[in-house]
C-alpha cells in the first residue's frame, strides 16, 4: 500500500553544509538589514520632516528666521539706537520694543554677551551675534550647524511680523 503523504509531518530540511552558500546568504541578510536601517533611520524621518530624502539645508532655515528673529533683531536694535546699549537681557526690551513686531510674544529668546538666541523650527537653536556684523547668523542642533547665509539685520530691513490667528465670531 502506498504511503500517504501529510504536509504537517513532512520532513524538515537539514541546513547546508556548504559554507560558500551560507556566507553568501550571511551576507543577502546583513545587506537587508542595511537597506532597511538606510530607510528607517535615514531617508524616512528626512521624508517625514523636510520632504526630501537628504537632509536640513541652511536655506530650510530662512523662512523662520525672516519671519520669527528679524523683528526680534528689530526690537532689539531699536532698544540700542534709544538707550546707547544692547539689552543686558530680553526682559529690558521685551515690552515696549517686541510688542511692537509680534503679537505672540517672545518668550524663550535670549541674550548674553551680544548674542541673542532661540530654538527654532526642528529645535535648532538660532543666534543672531551684533558683534559680527559681517556674518551674525549662525545654527547649531540635531540636523545643521553651521552659518546662514542672510544679510545682517538693519532698522530699514523690512520684515513679515509673526501674528497670533485671530479668532472670528
Known amino acids: 500500500m502506498a504511503e500517504v503523504l501529510s504536509y504537517r509531518s513532512a520532513p524538515k530540511r537539514p541546513p ?44 530650510d532655515l530662512h523662512e523662520n ?15 540700542q539706537r534709544d538707550f546707547g546699549a544692547l539689552p543686558d537681557n530680553s526682559w529690558n526690551a521685551k515690552v515696549v520694543y517686541f510688542g511692537k513686531y ?18 527654532g523650527r526642528y529645535n535648532q537653536c538660532i543666534s543672531y551675534d551684533f558683534s559680527h556684523p559681517e556674518a551674525p547668523w549662525t545654527t547649531w542642533g540635531a540636523f545643521y550647524n553651521g552659518p546662514i547665509n542672510l544679510p545682517p539685520v538693519t532698522l530699514d530691513t523690512p520684515f513679515e511680523p509673526t501674528t497670533r490667528p485671530t479668532k472670528t465670531n
Open 65 to 79: 528666521v525672516k519671519q520669527r528673529f528679524v523683528p526680534a533683531i528689530r526690537a532689539v536694535l531699536e532698544y
Open 16 to 59: 547546508p553544509k556548504d559554507p560558500k552558500w551560507t556566507a553568501k546568504r550571511v551576507a543577502y541578510y546583513f545587506a537587508l538589514l542595511g537597506w532597511f536601517c538606510l530607510i528607517a533611520f535615514w531617508a524616512g524621518p528626512n521624508v517625514w520632516l523636510f520632504g526630501r530624502v537628504t537632509g536640513m539645508r541652511e536655506s
Open 102 to 119: 509680534t503679537q505672540v510674544g517672545w518668550g524663550g529668546e535670549h541674550i548674553r554677551n551680544g548674542v541673542l538666541s532661540d530654538y
